[in-house]
């Protein structure tokens, strides 16, 4: 810092809007006194996290002070994360987190959430001047830049950040990340990929390898991300971004198992973070872990009060693992899972007072009851989400809770219309048809799942060695476990007409046939097997036409 730097900096001082956020008076009044020494006019506290949101929404503040723990309501952690959120915090803004707080969870914790600085308590004034004045003067000339940023006028930002470089400025290095960034954002990989390689060729450092790996990843280089992110993460055991998107590469070559693990290693470093607990509970439920799909949720249930990220889902996800894992009720940790499903379930209700979200409680909590043999209250339950619903407007998740319970009690024929009906209502939703043709698919249990999947695996094993009885075997025990399972009935069909090549079919099998492919009738046309059923169903049509006509 030069002494022009230092001779400008009280007139600087007195331009700033400054907003104190601190649970004690005391501490809040300390600070605003050693900012008014510095030459600062524009003062404003807040004593909560709520209210510094608020304020925030309302106000532009050049400059926020944090505290981090604030007693019940939100950290600054949540305060900062529920800001970039809503987009209430300019790039021309800087938000500095003060706190006593050593804990690995919580320091990793709120270095994700990216503030601009920290300063640890006590503050004394002159750590306090000492810390300010840096971070004002990189603001200063930073500025510029970081208002085509809020602008979003990219080409401008990437102009400005190259003169900077150019020009040898001291914040070369924020630059430079800045810049590449920009031209990822921007969707010019090979520029981004150029300034990764040229600092990487210099010396190693996190966010040059980062990036990188998200270069490749955006060009699905997948196998070359894996190794940036993994040869990041052997050098910098903590940069639990690299564990997020090593975990999503993962995912992209269809490894969840591995994406899975990776995850979990990330929630043990920093496990505040909502969305990714969030996330390793889809991953879990995807990968058949109940058990860590519950450790998941109910960290994400934990963790999401006061947060931006608190929602109904996460309790609802809570709810329909404890749901799965309590089917059955013949152990005692079946019913202590059926217990807590309730529990969760009743406070969701109570939490969010929305129709859906009480529809959707009540529904789990039907398949929890039924679960453990209690048709009156299961039918109580029933009743109440029921009267909530309107078949006819229903939303996509709803309707998939409203069928998957239907199925749970029995009532397959409803189920099935309420199916279709949402396939005809979003045939063009990929994601939604796809969650339809899955419940479609196995509107059984989990565990019934779980054993007719082993099968079908092993059918189609049998198949591929030409082993068509042991095939056609396994596909009948899978098809107990899941009697209308599309693939499964028409896997069986496909072996069969198969194995006909060589033998002549009576008008048995030729019957036993057509009754697979009626278990499949009730598939809609949207659906991904629907043209492998309509063709089999040709050739078992001529195969039964040849037989009569002998």
Same mark, same amino acid.
């Given at each position: 810092? +030069? ?127 000492? /810390? ?54 921007? @969707? ?20 040059? /390898?980062?990036?990188?790996? &998200? ?20 050098? +910098? ?8 998107? #090593? ?7 269809? &490894?969840? &198992? ?21 996330? #390793? ?10 058990? @860590? ?66 529809? +959707? ?9 039924? @679960? ?41 024929? /409803? ?31 989990? /565990?019934? &799942? ?40 028409? +896997? ?59």
């Amino acid at each position: 810092m +030069n002494i022009k730097e230092t001779a400008a900096l009280p007139k600087t001082y007195k331009r700033l809007k400054f907003l104190i956020v601190d649970d004690f008076e005391s501490f809040r009044m300390s600070v605003k006194q050693m900012l008014r020494s510095f030459g600062v006019e524009h003062i404003d506290v807040s004593g909560n996290g709520k209210d510094a949101v608020q304020k925030c929404t309302f106000e532009r503040y050049d400059i926020v002070l944090c505290d981090h723990n604030m007693g019940e309501g939100q950290t600054g952690q949540q305060v900062i994360e529920e800001l970039r959120f809503h987009k209430r915090l300019k790039h021309t803004s800087l938000f500095i987190l003060v706190t006593a707080e050593t804990s690995k969870e919580v320091v990793i914790g709120t270095k994700e959430c990216q503030p601009d600085g920290y300063i640890a308590k006590p503050i004394t004034k002159a750590v306090l001047q000492k /810390r300010m004045d840096a971070l004002i003067l990189q603001r200063q000339a930073l500025l510029p830049i970081n208002k085509e940023l809020d602008l979003e006028n990219y080409p401008k930002a990437i102009t400005l950040c190259t003169q900077e470089i150019n020009k040898g400025s001291r914040y070369k290095s924020w630059c430079h990340k800045t810049l590449a960034h920009l031209y990822y954002q921007t @969707g010019d990989y090979q520029h981004a990929q150029k300034i990764y390689d040229d600092i990487l060729n210099r010396r190693e450092i996190a966010w040059a /390898r980062l990036g990188l790996g &998200k270069v490749q990843m955006a060009q699905q280089q997948y196998p070359e991300a894996i190794q940036h992110f993994k040869r990041l993460i052997e050098d +910098n055991k903590d940069c639990v971004e690299a564990y997020d998107h #090593l975990s999503e590469a993962y995912e992209k070559i269809g &490894k969840r &198992k591995e994406a899975q693990t990776i995850l979990q290693q990330a929630t043990s470093i920093s496990p505040l973070a909502v969305p990714r607990q969030k996330h #390793l509970g889809e991953l879990c439920t995807t990968n058949q872990d109940l058990e @860590g799909a519950i450790s998941a949720y109910k960290a994400t249930v934990k963790y999401c009060n006061n947060s931006v990220h608190d929602s109904a889902d996460n309790y609802l996800n809570l709810g329909r693992v404890l749901s799965d894992s309590s089917e059955g009720g013949d152990t005692e940790k079946s019913k202590e899972y059926a217990e807590e499903a309730i529990n969760v379930l009743d406070k969701v209700a109570k939490k969010f007072s929305s129709n859906s979200v009480k529809a +959707n409680a009540c529904l789990i909590e039907t398949r929890v009851h039924q @679960g453990q043999n209690n048709d009156e209250a299961s039918k109580a339950s029933f009743a109440i989400a029921d009267s909530l619903i309107d078949e006819a407007s229903i939303d996509p998740k709803t309707g998939i809770e409203f069928a998957k319970t239907l199925y749970s009690i029995s009532d397959t024929e /409803r189920a099935e219309q309420v199916l279709h009906a949402l396939a005809q209502r979003f045939e063009n939703d990929k994601s939604i048809l796809s969650s339809i043709e899955e419940l479609l698919d196995e509107p059984v249990g989990l /565990r019934q &799942k779980m054993k007719a999947r082993e099968l079908n695996k092993k059918g189609i094993s049998f198949f591929e060695e030409g082993q068509f009885t042991h095939a056609i075997n396994t596909f009948k025990d899978a098809l107990k476990e899941a009697p209308k399972h599309p693939a499964l009935n028409l +896997n069986l069909v496909q072996v069969a007409l198969k194995s006909f090549e060589n033998t002549t079919p009576d008008k048995g099998d030729i019957k036993q046939l057509e009754q697979y492919l009626d278990n499949v009738r009730h598939i809609p046309s949207q659906h991904r097997q629907h043209k492998r059923l309509v063709s089999l169903t040709k050739k078992v049509t001529a195969l039964s036409q040849s037989e009569n006509a002998n």
